[in-house]
């Protein structure tokens, strides 16, 4: 765990301090990937606490679902179809799932302490 927060504090450091940009039209794709990849972070969270969280599968879904995103709204602003609201909802609504699971676990620890 300890390294997981050293690797946090590093990882916004460089964040903070290091001057990326990507051109304002490829906000839509970022934006999506983005949330992805956070559904990917609050999961793995969410499997930390239920002692399930394998690596492999956290690694894997990061770069797969936040690609897979980028991809779908991509396709759709190519075809003129707004399918990045599939990745919204699926996304959005998974995060929300994750982070009420984490909590509950969280809770349950808690109390048993």
């Known amino acids: 765990m300890l390294i997981a927060i050293i690797g946090l504090i590093i990882g916004v450091a460089f964040g903070w301090y290091l ?38 599968i956290f690694v894997s879904g990061f770069f797969g679902n936040a690609i897979l995103a980028g991809l779908l709204a991509y396709i759709g602003d190519r075809l003129g179809v707004p399918l990045y609201y599939a990745a919204i909802f ?24």
């Open 19 to 56: 001057p990326v940009t990507y051109p304002t039209s490829y906000s839509l794709y970022m934006s999506v990937a983005i949330l992805a990849a956070l559904d990917t972070v609050f999961g793995g969270i969410r499997a930390y606490m239920e002692d399930t969280f394998n690596t492999n």
């Open 90 to 113: 699926t996304f959005g609504g998974r995060l929300f799932n994750n982070f009420a699971r984490a909590r509950r676990s969280l809770i349950e620890k808690l109390g048993q302490k």
